[in-house]
Every structure is written in structure tokens, then in C-alpha cells.
């Protein structure tokens, strides 16, 4: 099983044979990480309200100085998925409660990066970290009930459906409908152990 030192500032998570890595994204890469958003945009902007927040040099710092202040508070985090030398997307914490067990997780990538399976282990490889290292009882996964790729990255990843949030969340002046999917941690166990 992989654990992440999160602590360790320099590392890089092999996510399988094809040579994509996981990496912290810290707030020393806003540009690596401007540049990665204005490839993929209006990709990830379908759901995702990151490219509305990240729009010039000072804010992609500033979002990464946010994620930064969470980790030191252990409160949430933020890590880079890289495809080579390429930044293409990334999976954080949004939330984290070590206190109460329980931490919210997400995701976005470029378009090219999509059909690879990098987010789901990705997500995977965090989960591992937050249930075996920190304790975390209870995963969630929050989703737009329009984002079927990201409702099956929670099916691939045995969570699940809670139940959906009905316009629960207003984005691009629309209200949204949202599913919650969570995986606890024994049936995160049980799951890993069966495979």
C-alpha cells in the first residue's frame, strides 16, 4: 500500500506504469499551475468553479497559498496529477475534520488527460493516505448529477450514493443538483483487500 509523507515537501507518487505521478502543488508553481488551467479551461469550468477563482498570476498563488495554509492546519490538500513533465490535473482535499473523521474529496483535469484512469488513482492513492494515516472514517465525493465522469470515478472507487442535494448549489447563476457519494472506512479496507 502507498502511504504519502505529506509532511515531506518534495515527492512524487508513481501512478502506475505509464509514467503519471502525483506531486503537492504548492504555491512556488502558480505559473505551471495558470498555464495548466487556461489549457483546460472551459473543460474543467463545466463543473468545477476552479478556472473562475484561478484567472491570472496572483490568483493561482493565492489559491495555492489557500490550499497551503489548510495543509499546515491540516484542514484540506491540494496535489498535481503530472503526465510526464506536464501538470494535466490534480485531486484535493476540499475539506478535512480529522477530529470528527471525515474529509470531502474532488478532482478536475484537462482534456488531455481524460480516459487515462489518472483521477481515479489518484483519488485512490489519497484515500489510502487519509483513512490509514489520518485516521479519516468518512470519504465524501461531491458532484454535480450532470458530471457522469465523475459519478463513475466515485462507482470505480466502490463509494457508495448517499443521495442528491436537490439545487443545492448555485454555480454560473444556475442551481445545481448534487450527489453525495462516500466510502467508510472498513468498506475501504474490505475493498482494497478483495482486490
Same mark, same amino acid.
Given at each position: 500500500?502507498?502511504?504519502?509523507?505529506?509532511?515531506?515537501?518534495?515527492?512524487a507518487?508513481?501512478?502506475g506504469?505509464?509514467?503519471?505521478?502525483?506531486?503537492?502543488?504548492?504555491? +512556488?508553481?502558480?505559473?505551471?499551475?495558470?498555464?495548466?488551467?487556461?489549457?483546460?479551461?472551459?473543460?474543467?469550468?463545466?463543473?468545477?468553479?476552479?478556472?473562475?477563482?484561478?484567472?491570472?498570476?496572483?490568483?493561482?498563488?493565492?489559491?495555492?497559498?489557500?490550499?497551503?495554509?489548510?495543509?499546515?492546519?491540516?484542514?484540506?490538500?491540494?496535489?498535481g496529477? +503530472?503526465?510526464?513533465?506536464?501538470?494535466?490535473?490534480?485531486?484535493?482535499?476540499?475539506?478535512?475534520?480529522?477530529?470528527?473523521?471525515?474529509?470531502?474529496?474532488?478532482?478536475?483535469?484537462?482534456?488531455?488527460?481524460?480516459?487515462?484512469?489518472?483521477?481515479?488513482?489518484?483519488?485512490?492513492?489519497?484515500i489510502? +493516505?487519509?483513512?490509514?494515516?489520518?485516521?479519516?472514517?468518512?470519504?465524501?465525493?461531491?458532484?454535480?448529477?450532470?458530471?457522469?465522469?465523475?459519478?463513475?470515478?466515485?462507482?470505480?472507487?466502490?463509494?457508495?450514493?448517499?443521495?442528491?442535494?436537490?439545487?443545492?448549489?448555485?454555480?454560473?447563476?444556475?442551481?445545481?443538483?448534487?450527489?453525495? +457519494?462516500?466510502?467508510?472506512?472498513?468498506?475501504?479496507?474490505?475493498?482494497?483487500?478483495?482486490?
Amino acid at each position: 500500500m502507498l502511504v504519502l509523507t505529506l509532511e515531506a515537501r518534495m515527492y512524487a507518487v508513481s501512478l502506475g506504469g505509464d509514467g503519471a505521478e502525483l506531486r503537492p502543488l504548492e504555491p +512556488w508553481q502558480a505559473d505551471e499551475f495558470l498555464a495548466h488551467i487556461d489549457r483546460g479551461r472551459d473543460f474543467i469550468g463545466q463543473y468545477v468553479g476552479l478556472p473562475d477563482r484561478v484567472t491570472d498570476l496572483r490568483s493561482s498563488r493565492a489559491q495555492l497559498q489557500a490550499y497551503a495554509d489548510k495543509a499546515a492546519a491540516d484542514r484540506g490538500r491540494i496535489y498535481g496529477i +503530472w503526465a510526464g513533465s506536464r501538470l494535466v490535473g490534480g485531486v484535493l482535499f476540499v475539506t478535512m475534520d480529522v477530529e470528527q473523521g471525515t474529509a470531502e474529496a474532488g478532482c478536475w483535469l484537462e482534456p488531455s488527460a481524460v480516459g487515462k484512469g489518472l483521477v481515479t488513482r489518484a483519488v485512490r492513492t489519497i484515500i489510502d +493516505w487519509a483513512i490509514e494515516e489520518r485516521g479519516i472514517h468518512r470519504v465524501e465525493w461531491r458532484v454535480s448529477t450532470a458530471n457522469q465522469p465523475s459519478i463513475s470515478v466515485a462507482e470505480r472507487l466502490g463509494m457508495t450514493k448517499d443521495g442528491t442535494l436537490r439545487e443545492s448549489y448555485l454555480y454560473r447563476g444556475e442551481r445545481q443538483d448534487t450527489e453525495v +457519494w462516500s466510502v467508510l472506512a472498513p468498506e475501504w479496507r474490505a475493498t482494497r483487500q478483495a482486490s
